[in-house]
Antibody, heavy 121, light 107 residues
Framework: VQLVESGGGLVQPGGSLRLSCAAS????????MSWVRQAPGKGLEWVSG????????YYMESAKGRFTISRDNSKNMLFLQISSLRAEDTAVYFC???????????????WGQGTLVTVSS | EIVLTQSPGTLSLSPGERATLSCRAS???????LGWYQQKPGQAPRVLIY???GRATGIPDRFSGSGSGTDFTLTISRLEPEDFAVYYC?????????FGQGTKLEI
C-alpha cells in the first residue's frame, strides 16, 4: 500500500489549493478515504471523508462550504479542494486509508507522508 | 462533537518501565470505535490499536488497549527505546472523527 500526497505549498489568505493523493497497492474503489491534517506542532484533526463510490461525503464543521473532497476511482486518486484559505488552515495534510473496506467508521491503517499547506501573505 | 482528553500531557519514564496512557471522552463511545496511534517526529501516525483492544498488524504484544464508555487506556508493558513518541487516541463512532490532543512519552 502506498499513498502519495501532492499539491501543497505557500498560498495567500483567501486563495485556493487542490491537494491530490495517489493510491496504490489496494482496491481503491472499495475504501472510504479521508483527509487528516496536523498544524505545526499540534495534534491531528480529521477533515473530511468520502465513500468508495464517491456519492457520499463528510466534513468537519469548519470545513463545510470551503473544502470539497472528491475522488477518481479510474485513476486511484483522492482530492481535496480548499478555497478561501485562512492562516488556521496551515497544516500538513495527510490522506488516510481505513482498516476496513467500505466503512467510514474505521481506524486508519495507512497514511501518506503528508503535504504541507502554508497560508501566509 | 466528541472531545477526547488525554492524560497526562507528558509522561517521563525509562526503558523497561510500564506506561499507562489515558483517554477520556466527553460522551460515551462504543468500544468498537476507539483507536490509538503512535507518531514520531516527521512521520505519519501509525495505528497501534483499533476497536479499543485489537492490535494492528505488526504491533508488538507489549502494546495493549482497554476501556469502555468514556474511559480508555493504552498500556505499554515494558518500554523499548523506540516507543518514545507521541500517542493519540481517536474516536470514529460519530462524525467528526476526533482525536485527543496527544500524550508525549519521553525518556
Amino acid at each position: 500500500v502506498q499513498l502519495v500526497e501532492s499539491g501543497g505549498g505557500l498560498v495567500q489568505p483567501g486563495g485556493s489549493l487542490r491537494l491530490s493523493c495517489a493510491a496504490s497497492g489496494f482496491t481503491f474503489r472499495k475504501y472510504t478515504m479521508s483527509w487528516v491534517r496536523q498544524a505545526p506542532g499540534k495534534g491531528l484533526e480529521w477533515v473530511s471523508g468520502i465513500r468508495g463510490s464517491g456519492d457520499s461525503t463528510y466534513y468537519m464543521e469548519s470545513a463545510k462550504g470551503r473544502f470539497t473532497i472528491s475522488r477518481d476511482n479510474s485513476k486511484n486518486m483522492l482530492f481535496l479542494q480548499i478555497s478561501s484559505l485562512r492562516a488556521e488552515d496551515t497544516a500538513v495534510y495527510f490522506c488516510a486509508k481505513p482498516l476496513t473496506p467500505g466503512r467510514l467508521q474505521s481506524s486508519f491503517d495507512f497514511w501518506g507522508q503528508g503535504t504541507l499547506v502554508t497560508v501566509s501573505s | 462533537e466528541i472531545v477526547l482528553t488525554q492524560s497526562p500531557g507528558t509522561l517521563s519514564l525509562s526503558p523497561g518501565e510500564r506506561a499507562t496512557l489515558s483517554c477520556r471522552a466527553s460522551q460515551t463511545v462504543s468500544s468498537t470505535y476507539l483507536g490509538w496511534y503512535q507518531q514520531k517526529p516527521g512521520q505519519a501516525p501509525r495505528v497501534l490499536i483499533y476497536g479499543t483492544s485489537g492490535r494492528a498488524t505488526g504491533i508488538p504484544d507489549r502494546f495493549s488497549g482497554s476501556g469502555s464508555g468514556t474511559d480508555f487506556t493504552l498500556t505499554i508493558s515494558r518500554l523499548e527505546p523506540e516507543d518514545f513518541a507521541v500517542y493519540y487516541c481517536q474516536q470514529y463512532g460519530y462524525s467528526p472523527y476526533t482525536f485527543g490532543q496527544g500524550t508525549k512519552l519521553e525518556i
